[in-house]
C-alpha cells in the first residue's frame, strides 16, 4: 500500500463533508480532513473550501462510494 494521499473531496459544505467522511469510514476507509483551521479563521461563511483526503490505494473505491451515493466530489 503506498504511503501517499489523494484528494477525494473538495466542498465548502460542512454537511457534505460529513456524509462523505461517514460513507468512507463505515467501509473502512480511513480518511483526513484538511482545512479546517482555515475554515474556522474565515469566519465561517463558506468562502475556503475544506478538502478531504484518502489513502493512494483506497482512491477508487472512495471514488465509488461517492458516486453511487450521489455525492459531488467538487463544490
Not at 484528494?7 to 461517514?22: C, F, G, Q, S, Y
Not at 473550501?49 to 461517492?66: K, S, Y
Amino acid at each position: 500500500m503506498s504511503g501517499g494521499m489523494k484528494e477525494l473531496l473538495r466542498t465548502n459544505d460542512i454537511t457534505r463533508m460529513a456524509h462523505a467522511k461517514a460513507l468512507l469510514q463505515g467501509e473502512g476507509i480511513d480518511c483526513f480532513e484538511l482545512d479546517v483551521n482555515m475554515s474556522i479563521l474565515e469566519g465561517s461563511i463558506g468562502i475556503l473550501p475544506r478538502r478531504l483526503m484518502v489513502r493512494d490505494g483506497d482512491l477508487w473505491r472512495a471514488r465509488i462510494i461517492l458516486d453511487d451515493n450521489g455525492i459531488p466530489r467538487e463544490g
